[in-house]
T-cell receptor, first 114, second 115 residues
Framework: AQSVTQPDIHITVSEGASLELRCNYS??????LFWYVQSPGQGLQLLLK??????LVQGIKGFEAEFKRSQSSFNLRKPSVHWSDAAEYFC????????????FGSGTRLSIRP | NAGVTQTPKFRVLKTGQSMTLLCAQD?????MYWYRQDPGMGLRLIHY???????AKGEVPDGYNVSRLKKQNFLLGLESAAPSQTSVYFC??????????????FGPGTRLLVL
């Protein structure tokens, strides 16, 4: 069965520091992979997605993610975080359903240290 | 375009009361979804619809019913609310076969408290 694991519940980084959020998936075929961000009290906004092709994907707000099939991973990165990046980040996997269903990880809460 | 909107934003219910959450989208999307979000559990799919007049069960459908009488609306009903249904509910839509099939667009959420 498909599943998504985000091993880090909460991460704190200093403003200006680099960031990497981990995501591992379980899926038999080539997955569709997503990262969504949820600011406090808000809905989910798509940061980036991977369907096929170049394994390094660029998204909005300066984020990128790299698909590594050998490691079943799709980690999210940003070279220099800003205080406004404080939010909850969700990794998700799709591509297994004709109804375009996706499965979400449990999320990683990012705090920014001034 | 307003995108995906949800009504109400916040509601308090007593155990046993009923209510309906409304989701509306103005993007002419075929597919729509209802999720619940609980701390530490991410989003879990309650019900979904792949077109007007169709609905299907998701991962956690018990205690909920849905209807999709019009393409732009997807209603989530709680017939007899329980404290375990205290959660934040999100609606999402997807273009379906006509567009970017794999990307879901989310509403702002409805916070429900059942006492």
């Amino acid at each position: 069965a498909q599943s998504v694991t985000q091993p880090d519940i909460h991460i704190t980084v200093s403003e200006g520091a680099s960031l990497e959020l981990r995501c591992n998936y379980s899926y038999g075929a080539t997955p569709y992979l997503f990262w969504y961000v949820q600011s406090p009290g808000q809905g989910l906004q798509l940061l980036l997605k991977y369907f096929s092709g170049d394994t390094l994907v660029q998204g909005i707000k300066g984020f990128e993610a790299e698909f590594k099939r050998s490691q079943s991973s799709f980690n999210l990165r940003k070279p220099s975080v800003h205080w406004s990046d404080a939010a909850e980040y969700f990794c998700a996997v799709g591509g297994y359903s004709s109804a375009s269903k996706i499965i979400f990880g449990s999320g990683t809460r990012l705090s920014i240290r001034p | 375009n307003a995108g995906v909107t949800q009504t109400p934003k916040f509601r308090v219910l007593k155990t046993g009361q009923s209510m309906t959450l409304l989701c509306a989208q103005d993007m002419n999307h075929e597919y729509m979804y209802w999720y619940r979000q609980d701390p530490g559990m991410g989003l879990r799919l309650i019900h979904y619809s792949v077109g007007e007049g169709t609905t299907a069960k998701g991962e956690v459908p018990d205690g909920y019913n849905v209807s999709r009488l019009k393409k732009q609306n997807f209603l989530l009903g709680l017939e007899s609310a329980a404290p375990s249904q205290t959660s934040v509910y999100f609606c999402a839509s997807n273009p379906g076969l006509a567009g970017d099939q794999e990307t879901q667009y989310f509403g702002p959420g409805t916070r429900l408290l059942v006492l």
